[in-house]
């Protein structure tokens, strides 16, 4: 799932991490270690929104993400060369490397968020480094909303509330303190818009039939005040029909009667 916009997407996952499936990566140590970097400040953003701007993506530090067996104050100058010499043009190539391969995104509002790739790959990256979870999807929160009781640590996609809050007069009680959780910006201040009351579709049919009855009224008015002078044209209209029908049967006899007289009369 995009937490970013709601979609599903399906992939296939390479859950063992042996050295052939290292070799696989089209990355180099630095810039695995700056993607490292870049996870974790988006990770742990502060205000939940699971994006940061490009300058801090290009400001992430490398030589957090390298491992060193010892703690001592020589251990900066053990940092591998290819770590020191990272430069700002190098992240700026990685980064659109990341983003064109998936492993990160631009967000709605231009910010740089995870990718696709990351979130069908990280998911046991997610549980393993205490991720909070969602409520009601259990999956990781990178981008989620955040309880209004700042002592209740409940967090929730946006997608997830939509679905959670959806149906008709549904308690917006936060499920871990009882605290009304507040609507989403956009979201209908009364019952769900998609979801019609139960008084709507005999309203509507009432006014159907009203409307309906009102017009048939008319007409009959209409014909009472036009009175017998409106019905005349149509029974004379019928009984010209029917005159000219009898007249073309006459004329059809009697022009049948005549070719027999004639045929007679050439027979003598």
Known sequence: MNQYDGIVYYGVVNNIADEESKLGTKYSVPQIAFYKGLLEAIVQEAGNDGS????????????????????????????????????????????????????????????????????????????????PSCMVCNEACIKASSCPNEECNVRIHEYCLRKKFSQRKASRACPGCGTEWPRQDGEADGDDVNEPEEDQAPSANHSSRKRRKRVKAELVEENDNAGPSTAVPRRTSRSMKA?????????????????????????K
């Open 243 to 267: 005159e000219a029908v009898e007249a073309a049967q006459e004329a059809s006899s009697a022009g049948a009667s005549q070719a027999t007289r004639t045929s007679k009369r050439r027979k």
């Open 52 to 131: 940061i701007t490009s300058i801090d993506a290009l400001n992430v530090r490398l030589d957090n993400q390298v491992i060193i067996v010892d703690g001592s104050q020589e251990s900066q100058s053990r940092l591998p060369t290819s770590i020191k010499n990272f430069s700002l043009s190098q992240k700026e190539k990685t980064l659109d490397e990341l983003i064109r391969d998936r492993w990160l995104s631009y967000t709605s509002t231009g910010k740089i968020g995870l990718g696709t790739r990351s979130f069908l790959d990280l998911r046991s990256w997610f549980r393993g480094n205490d991720i």
